[in-house]
């Protein structure tokens, strides 16, 4: 059998397959879903993996789940996210996510999930804020760390994108340094994610999956700012679409 997991992400779709093949990929989500989910399929059957046979096992997840019409479950961001957290880290962890639309604090103990928080509908603390700042000050998102980890922080305050964008502007019109600019940005989003945070009490290791899960520079900081080590991931981005594969073995068995 082929279980393969799903994760449709606002920004980025993660795919995982286990079973007779091993597969792992990520592509950016688009403006469709829908045209994403079909991607996804012909590039599953480009690795002699076909969603559509019965040796197949599907289970989507994520912002676009729903578009993903050949999966046989359906299956919660926050489920397939602890499922996938745990195995990276244990029974006894805490997961943080930060995706491109919101980002989840997972309590996960004794292998089930304990409890969760999600933040308001506001990309001020994600992912996706990074990439905007980014852009603004023109370079990419992992030239934002390397900057930042050269600057001194200049506050930016506001909790709206928009407004935080502006203030952004004004420290360009005022010559101030990108390096510096970048390190405000990036405070920015690690005060918001460990006030989100701190809300639980934060229990066995703990992991920052997503989209920043691999970068050194911001789990420094997010660990600052929480009084906690958290521990960067490789593969964090894939832990949504990695429960997912799991999910669907173990609704197999």
């Known amino acids: 059998m082929d279980y393969v997991g799903i994760d449709i992400g606002s920004t980025a779709s993660k795919v995982v397959a286990r079973g007779k093949k091993e597969l792992e990929f990520v592509l950016p989500t688009g403006w469709s879903s829908k045209e994403t989910t079909q991607t996804i399929k012909e590039k599953l059957r480009e690795n002699d993996i076909d969603v559509l046979s019965e040796d197949t096992r599907v289970v989507a997840t994520g912002y676009g789940r729903v578009a993903v019409d050949f999966a046989d479950y359906v299956i919660t961001e926050i489920t397939c996210h ?114 989100l945070s701190q809300k639980k009490s934060l229990a066995g290791r703990i992991i920052l999956t997503g989209g920043l899960s691999n970068s050194r520079y911001f789990t420094r900081i997010l660990s600052e700012k929480i009084g906690r080590e958290v521990e960067p991931t490789e593969r964090g981005r894939y832990a949504g679409a990695l429960g997912a594969a799991l999910l669907a073995e173990e609704k197999s068995r």
């Open 82 to 195: 602890a499922r996938g957290g745990r195995e990276m880290a244990g029974d006894h962890c805490s997961i943080i996510d930060v995706g491109g639309q919101d980002t989840k604090v997972i309590l996960v103990e004794n292998g089930m999930v304990q409890d969760f928080l999600m933040n308001d509908k506001c990309s001020a603390g994600t992912g996706k804020f990074l990439e905007i700042m980014a852009n603004r000050l023109g370079v990419t998102l992992q030239e934002l760390f390397d900057m930042a980890d050269t600057g001194t922080v200049l506050p930016i305050s506001s909790l709206c994108t928009v407004f935080a964008e502006s203030e952004v502007i004004n420290y360009i019109g005022e010559g101030r340094k990108r390096e510096d600019i970048a390190a405000g940005v990036v405070d920015s989003v690690a005060a918001k994610v460990a006030q």
